[in-house]
C-alpha cells in the first residue's frame, strides 16, 4: 500500500508535508534560533534578521515559539488518533464475532459517546485530573474513538459474510485466527483511511483547546496559544495570526490528502489502479517492438 500511496502525486505531497512536519516536531526545539521563552524590552518588533517572524507582545521571538510549539501540536494529534484507534477499531471487529450482548453494549457505548461534546467533556476531565495535554487527548481520543468503531464494524461485516470466511468458520478457525488471517487484511485500509483523517482532526482539537488555554501552561508555546496570543494585537502586527494559522491548515490538509490517495489506492479503486498501470507498461513494452518490427 505504501507503494501504490508513493505513487500518486497527491500521495507524495501528504508524506513530504508530514514528514517535513514531524522533523519539525522532533528538531525544531533545537533549531530555534533563540530561547523561546525569553522576554524583552523590543515587544511587537516587525520581521528582521534577528526576529524572521518579529517578536510577541513580551518581546519573545515568535519563529522560536512556533518550532517549539510544533511538538505538543505533533504529539497531541497523534495521542488522539492513537487512543482513538485503540478504543473503537477493537471492539468494532469483535463486535461482530463476540454475540449480540456484547454488540448490543458497544453500540450503545458509541451512540453514547458521539452524543457527547468533546470540548465540554474535555474541560470536565481536565479540571478533575489537572491541566495537562496528555489527559485532555487521551479523553478526546476516546471521544473520537466511535469513527473507527463504525468503519472496522462496517468492514468487518463486509467480510464475515464472504464464503471464505464463513468456510474457514465452518472448519472450526477460531475467531482469533480468522481475525488475523482474513478480516484485518481487509480492514486494514479502511482504518488507515480513519487514521489519517483522525491525525488531522487531532490537530485541529490540539489548536483549540490550547487557544482556550487548555492543556498547555503558558508560557509554553503552542500553535493554537500562538493564534490566541496574536489576536489580541492585531492593531499592532496584523499579519501575525498567519504563519500558525498557516501551519494548521497545511498540516490538516495533508492527513485529509493523505486519507484521500489511501483511499484511492485500496479496494477496488486500487485494484483498478494496479491493471491500468499493468496494460500502460504492457502497451509501452509492445510498441518499440512493434516500431522496429518488419516494414
Not at 478504543?87 to 468494532?92: K, L
Not at 487484511?185 to 485541529?204: D, N, R
Not at 489548536?207 to 493564534?227: C, D, E, N
Request: proline share 6%.
Amino acid at each position: 500500500m505504501v507503494r501504490r500511496v508513493l505513487s500518486l502525486t497527491s500521495g507524495r505531497i501528504a508524506v513530504a508535508i508530514l514528514v517535513l512536519i514531524a522533523l519539525l516536531a522532533v528538531c525544531g526545539p533545537w533549531l530555534a534560533p533563540q530561547d523561546p521563552l525569553a522576554t524583552s524590552d523590543n515587544t511587537l518588533a516587525p520581521a528582521s534578521g534577528a526576529h524572521w517572524l518579529g517578536t510577541d507582545y513580551l518581546g519573545r521571538d515568535v519563529f522560536s515559539r512556533l518550532l517549539d510549539g510544533s511538538r505538543v501540536s505533533v504529539l497531541g494529534s497523534l495521542e488522539v488518533a492513537l487512543m482513538a484507534l485503540a478504543v473503537g477499531a477493537v471492539p468494532g471487529i469483535l463486535s461482530v464475532y463476540s454475540g449480540r450482548v456484547f454488540e448490543w453494549l458497544t453500540l450503545r457505548l458509541a451512540d453514547t459517546l458521539v452524543a457527547l461534546p468533546f470540548l465540554l467533556f474535555a474541560i470536565a476531565v481536565i479540571a478533575l485530573l489537572g491541566n495537562g495535554i496528555t489527559q485532555a487527548m487521551l479523553v478526546t481520543g476516546a471521544l473520537v474513538s466511535p469513527l473507527f468503531y463504525r468503519v472496522s464494524r462496517a468492514a468487518t461485516l463486509a467480510v464475515a459474510r464472504s464464503p471464505y470466511v464463513e468456510a474457514a468458520i465452518v472448519s472450526g478457525a477460531s475467531t482469533g485466527w480468522v481475525a488475523r488471517r482474513h478480516v484485518w487484511v481487509k480492514v486494514l485500509p479502511p482504518i488507515a483511511v480513519a487514521l489519517a483523517q483522525t491525525i488531522g482532526v487531532g490537530f485541529v482539537i490540539v489548536s483549540s483547546l490550547t487557544f482556550l488555554g487548555i492543556g498547555v501552561q503558558p508560557p509554553a508555546p503552542t500553535w493554537g496559544g500562538l493564534l490566541a496570543s496574536d489576536l489580541g494585537y492585531l492593531s499592532h502586527q496584523p499579519w501575525a495570526p498567519v504563519a500558525p494559522a498557516l501551519l494548521i491548515m497545511i498540516t490538516v490538509w495533508a492527513c485529509n490528502l493523505l486519507a484521500d490517495a489511501i483511499r484511492d489506492v485500496s479496494g477496488e479503486a486500487g485494484r483498478a489502479l494496479v491493471n491500468r498501470r499493468k496494460a500502460r507498461a504492457r502497451s509501452g513494452a509492445s510498441a518499440p517492438l512493434s516500431a522496429g518490427g518488419p516494414r
